[in-house]
């Protein structure tokens, strides 16, 4: 009974391969984001969409394309991959899209570009 | 720009009190969330201040002045199981819940 969970938890490709991450919660939540955590542990925003709708496009390379087919899937496909999208990748839910609403986080997908 | 900062690392012994700051300087300003990660974990929600004061959950407490762009996450009686990095977070987005992260703050707790 995960709340936010992610596929796969392990990514390892190769340069310009295109490759997608699936995310799903069981929480009720309308809002959902995508988060890039690199190796100094940074965490940021990169989207988010509400009732599937995108509320949330940070600065983030046309490469990245998000997918919300409906308000408990989020996923996130990458073309063209390159080494500096060596992260961790999270996806979160929250309640709602006000800024009191805590967001509950997945287990994250650890994509590795060879 | 938008900036909120954090000591890097923290130590501290079982049983012990331990205060992490947080300084920001955001241009919007909702809330100052507080959030836990172990080590290859998720971040967890741990607390959330929207008006100045303390807030209390259990050994952990968060604190905001708004006039001094400055909160506080005050964890009491230490575990191992406190061993963790700890993020501030701005909400920013007013209509959305965007969030801005501090840079973390990993504490160590010793026997």
């Known amino acids: 009974d995960t709340a936010v969970s992610q596929t796969p938890k392990y990514l390892v490709t190769q340069m310009g391969n295109d490759k997608s991450i699936k995310c799903e919660q069981n929480?009720?939540?309308?809002?959902m984001y995508w988060y890039k955590q690199d190796s100094k542990k940074f965490l940021k925003i990169m989207f988010s969409?509400?009732?599937?709708?995108?509320?949330i496009n940070e600065t983030v390379p046309n490469r990245f394309s998000p997918k919300s087919p409906d308000k408990a899937h989020l996923n996130l496909h990458i073309n063209s991959l390159e080494l500096g999208d060596s992260a961790v990748y999270f996806c979160?839910?929250?309640?709602?899209?006000?800024?009191?609403?805590?967001?509950?986080f997945g287990d994250g997908t650890r994509l590795s570009i060879l | 720009g938008q900036s909120l900062e954090q000591p890097s690392e923290v130590t501290a012994v079982e049983g012990a009190i331990v205060q992490i700051n947080c300084t920001y300087q955001?241009?919007?300003?909702?809330?100052l969330s507080w959030y836990q990660q172990h080590d290859g974990g998720a971040p967890t929600f741990l607390s959330y201040?929207?008006?100045?004061g303390l807030e209390e959950t259990g050994r952990f407490s968060s604190f905001l002045s708004r006039s001094d762009s400055y909160g506080y996450l005050l964890l009491q009686e230490l575990q191992m199981k406190d061993s963790a990095s700890y993020f501030c977070?701005?909400?920013?987005?007013?209509?959305?819940?965007?969030?801005?992260f501090g840079t973390g703050t990993l504490l160590a707790v010793q026997p």
């Open positions: 929480l009720g939540h309308d809002t």
């Open positions: 977070a701005v909400n920013y987005g007013g209509a959305t819940n965007k969030l801005i």
């Open positions: 955001t241009s919007g300003f909702y809330g």
């Open positions: 201040n929207a008006l100045d």
């Open positions: 979160a839910s929250s309640q709602g899209e006000y800024s009191n609403q805590p967001q509950h």
């Open positions: 969409y509400n009732n599937k709708e995108l509320i």
